[in-house]
């Protein structure tokens, strides 16, 4: 009588969270916008902006800018601060590593 054995599938580790920066960033780019242009919407300097797409830095209140880059985007704040797994563009596209498979804008 043959037995079947089975395998454990594996989970890949090695996909790093998306982090503020990263969602900022893809915020952006699907916005169509340059980083000057959204700094500006936002108050702030290009280099600041910058700054926290490269998570250099973070805003101080981290929540009002998500809520401040939403409103100039559409993009929802949930999902730029990560409390939100899934953002769906109109092409239906995940904007989530594990769809793309890659941080890479």
Known sequence: MATT???????????????????????RRAAGLSQAELAKLLGVGTSR????????????DIIAVARQVEDATGIPADWLVGLSTAWTLAAGDLLEPETIGSRAA
């Open 5 to 27: 054995t089975t395998t454990t599938p594996q989970v890949r580790m090695d996909i790093p969270p998306w982090t503020f920066g990263d969602r900022l960033r893809k915020a």
């Open 49 to 60: 902006l910058s700054g926290w797409e490269a998570d250099a830095s973070r805003p101080r």
